[in-house]
């Protein structure tokens, strides 16, 4: 399988990799990223499987990432600006890193397969709250002035799932909305009505999801839980 990382060198993206790395499903991983992505020092061999792709325009391609992109199996995208960075970043550009990027990605890798042994899987990473319509639209959000990024990111959401609906088979597209992440190396922090998800376990998740195929086209935090879990401990 051939895996494009889109975000490549990110705090979920890192542990991707690391992750992939040691996945024999997974034969090789394009790491999509503004600047270089390192291996992991512990890689070892398996490092061969990494390659670094640096892209400049997450609008138009150039010809030179597009061939690397070619004949992609699955990609799972994870470029957004978080909730926290949100007063340091215009809004325009908020909703054009996440979500005009996702749906340009999507349409890249799907016109660079030239193969016709399966389809795409597509994973956008969004968020617990977001919602797909203004009825849908949590207290949360309400509360911390955050309505229309949740509504631009649900609708980020409807537009990822769209695609592969009316792919005719050609593509997968699933949505996962997870809660706050945890690793040993970030501080935890509470937040009303916003679950947990240890780092090591929603990458699990995402691997088999794209390895294995989606249980179905969204994925909550608790989903994901289940489902790293099985994953990590072999079951």
């Known amino acids: 399988m051939k895996l494009v990382i889109g975000g490549s060198t990110g705090f979920v993206a890192t542990e991707l990799i690391c992750q992939a790395l040691e996945n024999p499903a997974i034969t090789s991983i394009i790491a999509l990223g503004r600047r270089e992505t390192p291996a992991p020092l512990v890689a070892g061999p398996a490092a061969a499987k990494l390659k670094s792709v640096i892209c400049d325009n997450f609008e138009t391609y150039s010809d030179s990432v597009k061939k690397e992109l070619e004949n992609t199996d699955a990609c799972i995208w994870t470029i957004a600006v978080t909730p926290v960075k949100l007063k340091t970043v215009p809004f325009e550009e908020t909703c054009k890193i996440s979500r005009d990027y996702a749906t340009t990605a999507i349409q890249t890798l799907d016109t660079l397969r030239y ?7 597509f994973i956008y990473i969004s968020g617990h709250f977001a919602p797909r319509s203004p009825a849908e639209v949590p207290k949360e959000l309400q509360d911390h002035g955050l309505i229309n990024y949740g509504l631009m990111r649900g609708e980020a959401e409807t537009l990822i799932l769209a695609y592969g609906k009316q792919s005719k088979g050609a593509v997968q597209s699933c949505v996962v909305k ?32 794209v390895v294995n ?8 935090n608790a ?3 289940c489902i790293g879990r099985k994953a990590l401990t072999g079951e």
């Open 223 to 225: 989903d994901l839980i």
């Open 213 to 220: 195929g989606f249980e179905k086209d969204t994925l909550n």
């Open 115 to 121: 193969k016709q042994d399966g389809p795409l899987r």
């Open 178 to 209: 997870p809660g706050f992440i945890d690793s040993p190396n970030r501080e935890r922090r509470e937040i009303p009505g916003l679950p947990h998800i240890d780092l090591q376990n929603i990458a699990a998740a995402l691997l088999d999801q």
